[in-house]
């Protein structure tokens, strides 16, 4: 498929996970991706493996995404596809969180996102799409993630006032609302390896469709909401859950 061919595609947090599917998936489509990631090496890798660029940014550092844009501008000029993906998993049950751990998680997945997307505008192409990586614990009152939901709410809320602001400028802010998927960040969460295996066991049997989502999974969606079939979409959140945020008390 070639239905991105021509366009400059940006994917913070790339290395691994969604956004190493997702840069996966839009290269496939044509696109001219470039990958970020906090680990010099891990982007290295992955850059390799995937066949295209990838530049070191952490994006917790506004300085760190100027830098980014200001090299994106001066290889590529302007972008098309915009893939804010990076993020973290820090669980605490309300009670024992802390204001280090609340800096850490709003810094990355709120800030951090937001940010990325107010910097890159002056080089986004008329026609962009911007995809912003949600969760569906946004909404769903799940036990220990009191701080990254409300970072993911927070996230969702700009999309939605800056999907009226960016549409005069024909530049298209989605939402994708993931559930359990696969992914590294579970290991980075310092759960105990028991702890981990118990918790997946339990959300799965939470989801109808009865299976952890893939990566590529989110992936494909990314790829659509790139793409110009979502021409009309903007200012939209699309859960890819498996149908747990549907019925969140199924359990058998």
Request: negative net charge; hydrophobic residues 40%.
């Amino acid at each position: 498929m070639s239905k991105l061919n021509g366009k400059v595609a940006v994917v913070t947090g790339g290395n691994s996970g969604i956004g190493y599917a997702s840069a996966q998936e839009l290269k496939a489509n044509g696109a001219n991706v470039i990958i970020t990631g906090r680990s010099a090496e891990k982007v290295d890798n992955a850059a390799k493996e995937l066949g295209v660029k990838g530049i070191v940014a952490d994006v917790s550092d506004l300085a760190a995404i100027d830098s980014l844009v200001a090299q994106v501008k001066e290889e590529f000029g302007k972008l098309d596809i915009l893939f804010v993906n990076a993020g973290i998993f820090q669980p605490a049950p309300v009670g024992q969180i802390s204001e280090e751990m609340f800096d850490h998680q709003m810094g990355i997945n709120f800030k951090g996102a937001l940010f990325t997307t107010e910097k890159f505008l002056p080089i986004l192409n008329e026609g962009a799409s911007i995809i912003n990586l949600s969760s569906v614990n946004a909404y769903t009152g799940m036990p220990n993630t009191a701080v990254y939901a409300a970072s993911k709410a927070a996230l969702n809320s700009y999309t939605r006032t800056a999907a009226t602001e960016l549409a005069p400028k024909k530049i298209r802010i989605n939402s994708v609302n993931p559930g359990p998927v696969y992914t590294p960040i579970f290991g980075k969460t310092g759960m105990p390896e028991e702890q981990l295996g118990g918790f997946a066991e339990a959300m799965q049997n939470r989801i109808p469709l009865k299976r952890f989502g893939q990566p590529e999974d989110i992936a494909k969606l990314v790829g659509f909401l790139a793409s110009d079939d979502a021409s009309f979409i903007t200012g939209s959140e699309y859960n890819i859950d498996g149908g747990i945020n549907v019925n969140p008390l199924l359990v058998d």
